[in-house]
């Protein structure tokens, strides 16, 4: 039949299934079959004549039709999984029947009167396809996710047959080990298949159904709490799912394994067109809903076991139920984890390689998927975490993720990857050793819209950290806690930063310590802080190699001596507030020497009018997303949390609790009707005092007068000099003593475990656009806004 008949015959199917007002028994088997059996169609034929409006219609007005439909639908790829799929037929039904419940799902969800349809049984529909009793009939969700599983490893279907001769000897699906049947090899898996177009076609249409059952999560509001587990995905990844880790395993390697450059041949992708991308595409989005869980409800293993022999670790304690968290948390071999990041970072290095050989390579777009599931690993294996901190192979994970930062930050409809960008940055900041790569000299090239400087990772970091608070968008704002205890945590390590580098930092301090800014908000000072934190880290541990950053601090010393002299009383105040009245600008961009930036590079643009975008939920204040700890000499951490309420030697109030902190600034200042911010002299003394100025101010009463000195004697204008006489200057013996060293770091929580939630679904919703899944449904989790 050709498709046109196939289409014609399919859309009558519709039109009769609409219009009739009678429920059709589940038995008249010509009905139902039409849907399946005697067509041809495409998931876009399918989404195209089975329009929105009728799958209401029907579910308003015989709701009994669609039960039916969705039913049998289900029956037949049980009934498929069942017999092995091995006529042409077989395929073909399984096929329609997954891509006419992927359009119809997400209306079943939108309905909060059908949400329960898919957990109910259905009458005379044993587990095992109709025979048995009604006692033990699966749940529908049960069946039809089982029936996928199995439908995944499914031989000659979505994998190669191992069988020799084709003479009625198909491998049998009960006893198959779906195991010997991974798609890719990487993790736990050797062998790597010949690849097969039909088989990724046919595992992309039931990954693109089960990504489909799993968003019922969609059209649920965030809760604050969290918001509990997806029923779908906890029935999926656990034990009842005979697949659950080969298929983990084939999802993570099939990601892990794909190279878009084409075998390393430049240009080589426009000759080939490249099937396994959408897979790729698919197998993410999957992977990252399943691994969807929120810790801070339930605890991770602990990370200890030293056996060898299987890819995941026996020795831990039995970890979450959701096998697919559990099998991530337990990789453990070297070789699976290097596999794993280099796989990563060549996926995330992909459109930094388009600006070296305009379009030598295809580029990728599911750079935020590969984000999200970065972030996992780190968060759910501390193993995985110390292997990427081991080596210097943490930059190639560093540079994209600078480079997507900077290239999105004028760009109101990218707010939720600069937030996972800068989330990952801040987990691994945690760790000295992060700091201790940095040192590591800069050499690649990749034209970024930066000043050009020469330098260390520290330094790229530093002058894209400095180009995000300068010149990214409003929205960014509650993002600078954020990078500024990036810089600080990472302080005490960076053995020489740059000029460039150095005077960015002293930028953002004169930036930050107006009076107009210190004032005009609750929490500004507390930026203020955080960059004397980072001074002082430096000036104490490493003094030695950064002459650079001591200049800076000298020539800009009058910012250090208007801190230190800041005035607390009400006329001062009055007149900082009328210049915040004038002035709505976030930050002077006058005062940083931006000098050309790199050749080759764009200005980052802001989104084109009318891009589609998804709301997100807030991110908790940075006091709730770290937890203080403090180094001790043997660079062990010992964690501060929770504290008394003590400052600490600097005087620095790092290790008051926020939150009483917080409480007390509420009292000291008052908000005025209009919801206006007024900050009153008793809320500015009980900062100001606690300014950790005593450091630098020491440095500057020693060393100004001598650097003031060599300029009169030598009657010297030239830096070089100061800057030799620097180096070999040495401050022991004159600071107060090196405080210790305080580390924030990322701990677990229901707001980012939600914030993750909305903000995956959300790039799952705009990114599935061929077809459009979920478009113009009616989601709960978020807003669809236009820029």
């Known amino acids: 039949m050709g498709s046109a008949d196939s289409k014609l015959n399919f859309r009558k199917a519709v039109i009769q299934l609409t219009t009739k007002t009678q429920p059709v028994e589940a038995t008249d088997e010509a009905f139902w079959d039409q849907f399946w059996a005697d067509t041809a169609t495409s998931v876009q034929d399918v989404f195209a004549l089975v329009p929105a409006a009728e799958i209401r219609a029907v579910r308003e007005e015989s709701p009994s039709n669609l039960a039916t439909l969705c039913y049998k639908a289900v029956e037949k790829l049980v009934q498929g999984a069942e017999s092995g799929c091995h006529s042409e037929k077989e395929k073909q039904i399984v096929l329609n029947c997954s891509r006419l419940l992927t359009r119809v799902l997400p209306y079943i969800f939108e309905d909060p009167d059908w949400r329960g349809f898919f957990w109910s049984t259905v009458p005379g529909a044993g587990r095992a ?156 989005q999957v992977l990252i809903v399943t691994l969807d869980h929120d810790r801070a409800i339930s605890t991770s293993p602990t990370v200890d076991g030293t056996t060898v022999g299987t890819a995941m670790d026996d020795m831990d304690p039995p970890g979450p139920e959701n096998l697919f968290v559990n099998y991530l948390s337990r990789i453990h071999r070297e070789e699976d984890f290097q596999f794993i990041l280099k796989g990563i970072a060549r996926l995330l290095s992909n459109p930094l390689l388009q600006t070296y050989l305009p379009n030598s390579t295809k580029k990728i777009q599911f750079h935020q998927e590969l984000l999200v599931l970065f972030w996992k690993l780190c968060d759910f294996n501390k193993k995985f975490l110390f292997f990427v901190l081991k080596s210097s192979d943490v930059l190639d994970i560093l540079v994209p993720i600078l480079y997507f930062l900077n290239d999105a930050r004028a760009d109101h409809s990218r707010v939720g990857l600069m937030h996972i960008g800068v989330f990952i940055l801040l987990l691994l900041s945690g760790e000295r050793n992060f700091g201790v790569r940095l040192n590591k000299p800069y050499s ?20 894209v950290f400095h180009k995000i608070i300068t010149s990214g968008h409003q929205r960014l704002q509650p993002l600078f806690d954020c990078l500024l205890t990036i810089v600080v945590n990472v302080s005490p390590y960076l053995k020489s930063l740059s000029m460039v580098a150095a005077n960015k930092l002293l930028h953002l301090l004169e930036a930050f310590s107006t009076t107009w800014f210190l004032f005009s908000a609750a929490q500004n000072h507390h930026l203020v802080f955080f960059l004397l934190e980072a001074f002082n880290n430096i000036i104490q541990y490493q003094f030695d190699g950064n002459s650079n950053l001591v200049y800076a601090i000298i020539r800009k010393r009058s910012i250090f001596h208007q801190l230190a002299s800041l005035p607390a009383d009400p006329p001062a105040l009055h007149k900082a507030l009328q210049r915040r009245r004038r002035a709505p600008e976030p930050l002077s961009r006058t005062g940083s020497q931006e000098g050309a930036s790199m050749e080759g590079s764009h200005p980052a643009a802001p989104a084109e009018p009318g891009t589609l975008k998804t ?113 070999h200057g040495t401050l022991v013996g004159l600071l107060p003593v090196p405080h210790p060293i305080l580390i924030r770091k990322y701990q677990a929580n229901s707001g980012t475990a939600m914030w993750f939630r909305t903000y995956m679904w959300g790039v799952i919703y705009l990114r599935n656009v061929d077809p459009p899944v979920w478009y113009d449904t009616d989601v709960k989790l978020f807003e669809i806004q236009r820029v």
Request: proline content about 7%.
């Open 615 to 727: 709301s997100l939920v807030a991110t908790p204040g940075i006091d709730k997303l770290t937890e203080k700890s403090q180094v001790s000499e043997d660079g062990t951490l010992r964690s501060l949390e929770p504290t008394s309420q003590q400052s600490s030697a600097d005087g620095s109030p790092a290790t008051e609790e926020p939150d009483q902190a917080w409480r007390e600034q509420r009292r000291l200042s008052s908000t005025s009707a209009s919801g206006q911010w007024n900050p009153t002299s008793e809320w500015v003394l009980s900062w100001k005092s606690k300014l950790p100025l005593q450091t630098i101010m020491r440095l500057l009463q020693v060393l100004v007068p001598q650097v003031e000195k060599i300029c009169i004697d030598k009657g010297l204008t030239d830096e070089s000099e100061i800057l030799r006489f620097l180096q």
């Open 129 to 284: 396809g109709g025979e048995g009793d009604d006692e033990n009939a699966r749940p529908l969700a049960e069946s039809l996710l089982l029936a996928i599983a199995d439908l995944l490893f499914c031989p000659d279907f979505t994998v190669q047959s191992h069988r020799r001769s084709t003479v009625d000897s198909a491998e049998d699906v009960h006893s198959l080990d779906s195991c010997e049947y991974i798609w890719e090899a990487g993790v736990g898996f050797a062998h790597s298949p010949q690849p097969n177009y039909i088989h990724d076609v046919n595992r992309m249409e039931l990954l693109k159904l089960l990504l489909t059952c799993f968003s019922e999560a969609m059209y649920l509001p965030p809760a604050p709490d969290g918001g509990g587990t997806n029923p779908w995905v906890q029935f999926f990844c656990s034990t009842e799912n005979r697949h659950a880790l080969p298929l983990f395993t084939s999802l993570l390697n099939t990601v892990c394994a794909y190279d878009p450059v084409g075998y390393g041949i430049p240009y080589n992708h426009l000759l080939f067109s490249d099937y396994r991308e959408p897979l790729v595409e698919e197998a993410a």
């Open 444 to 463: 690649v090239r990749v034209p970024m819209d930066i000043p050009v400087f020469t330098g260390t990772h520290a330094d790229l970091l530093i002058v």
